[in-house]
């Protein structure tokens, strides 16, 4: 099976294709944690990466179609999700040519709709635990003792550069212009479902299973 989760930043495109991932052995490609583990790698492309993340702007596109192009031949045949990748019709485009090349199908483009006034307030108070991951909000879901991780127990945290009100503002910004418009793109193919993506994380999943539960795992 796979998958393309769309949706704006913040949208809990990351927190739900992990999910989904571990729930159907899928494999979650997402290409802003590709591009931030070239940024704390110091490549060429990390650099260049780095200072267009930290504005909120999109990577062009040429460097992202290399990038995930390289990732799915590794994947080496199980299913995938991607996340945050496509975000313009050009990527989407790619992305068709690569599947059909590499004899792989689509078989859902979920899209997680959400109150963009809501965003800014989730993006700008979200943390994640240094040693694991674990992901939390300042206001929505801190962690149960204050300073320690729920997961690991560590006691450092970090934060995105990029999640500050001004940087999230051009990425909303860089969403409706750029990446909205592949949303008819792939509802005109008939492969766009569209969920309701605010609400409690469970419950976002439960929406998410009904689609994708429905079909044969490929
Ligand atoms: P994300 O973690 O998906 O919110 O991505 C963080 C940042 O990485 C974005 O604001 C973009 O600057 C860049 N980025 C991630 N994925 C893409 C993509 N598919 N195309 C262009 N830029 C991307």
Redesign the pocket.
């Given at each position: 099976m796979n998958v393309i989760l769309l949706g704006p930043?913040g949208a809990g495109?990351?927190t739900q294709a992990e999910r989904l991932g571990k729930t159907f052995d899928l494999v979650q490609l997402?290409?802003?944690?590709m591009?931030?583990e070239e940024v704390r790698g110091g490549t060429e492309l990390g650099k260049t990466?780095k200072k267009?993340?930290d504005s909120?702007?999109?990577?062009?596109?040429e460097l992202?179609i290399s990038m995930?192009s390289g990732r799915i031949d590794r994947v080496g045949g199980k299913g995938i999700i991607l996340?945050?990748?496509?975000?313009?019709t050009a990527?989407a485009e790619a992305l068709d040519k690569m599947l059909a090349e590499k004899n792989l199908k689509l078989d859902h483009v979920i899209q997680l709709k959400v109150d963009e006034d809501a965003l800014v307030q989730r993006l700008s108070g979200r943390f994640a635990c240094a040693k694991c991951g674990a992901g939390y909000h300042d206001t929505f879901s801190p962690p149960k003792t204050e300073g320690v991780c729920d997961r690991c127990g560590a006691t450092e945290f970090s934060r995105?550069s990029?999640d500050n009100p001004e940087t999230v503002r051009a990425?909303l910004v860089?969403y409706r212009e750029q990446t909205a418009p592949i949303l008819p793109y792939y509802d005109e193919k008939g492969a766009l479902k569209a969920i309701d993506g605010m609400g409690e994380m469970d419950e976002v999943f439960r929406r998410i299973r009904e689609i994708v539960g429905t079909v044969r795992v490929s």
């Open positions: 930043p495109k990351g997402s290409t802003g944690d591009l931030r990466a267009i993340m909120g702007a999109l990577v062009p596109d992202i995930i996340d945050g990748f496509p975000r313009t990527q995105r990029d990425r860089a």
